[in-house]
């Protein structure tokens, strides 16, 4: 019964398919534009290359963001995953919406191995996956889920609050001293 449950939830996940893949010619030619990226923000997806299972075309880049509500965190994991083994690359940016070297962490991804599940330290995700070869190749589709904040914070009462308990509790205490002494009186 419970493997039917997860049958039935995983087919409600949206598949989303990647639309805004960009040609990496035109982009050395202007060094100063990177597409925008798609922007994912449901609770959970997967996310598919353009024409999955088929190839990208030679020199595409796709471009993508995952974000979450603050203090969560994402999790992704690659099922299908084909890149060119020599001329083309997995990245992480991990950078809030910046696209930046700093923030870029290359994933060794190649071939038809898939990609270790990866989950963020943050609740920003961006991804870009490069296909330089010389054939057509760079078909993928990732799961992702994003993962409610952890509520670590503790009730903080001010002067107030604690007044207020106060008076409750010393209410309480004067209607048990009140029954305690009609009972045994």
Avoid at 33 to 40: R, S, T, V
Wanted: glycine fraction near 4%.
């Amino acid at each position: 019964m419970e493997n039917l449950f997860r049958a039935l939830v995983w087919t409600l996940v949206p598949t989303l398919v990647l639309s805004d893949c960009a040609d990496l010619e035109s982009m050395l030619e202007l060094p100063d534009f990177f597409p925008p990226p798609q922007q994912f923000t449901a609770t959970e997806g997967v996310i598919t290359s353009l024409n999955f299972p088929s190839p990208l075309p030679i020199g595409t880049i796709c471009t993508f963001t995952i974000r979450g509500p603050i203090g969560s965190t994402i999790t992704t994991t690659f099922t299908a995953f084909t890149l060119d083994m020599e001329n083309s690359a997995l990245y992480y940016f991990l950078n809030d919406d910046v696209f930046v070297e700093q923030s870029m962490l290359i994933v060794p991804a190649a071939g038809a191995s898939l990609p270790a599940t990866f989950t963020t330290p943050s609740n920003f995700l961006g991804i870009s996956i490069a296909t330089h070869g010389m054939l057509p190749t760079g078909a993928f589709r990732l799961t992702y889920r994003i993962n409610p904040p952890i509520n670590t914070s503790r009730v903080i009462l001010d002067s107030d609050d604690t007044t207020a308990i106060l008076a409750i509790l010393s209410v309480i205490a004067s209607v048990v001293a009140i029954v305690a002494n009609a009972v045994f009186f």
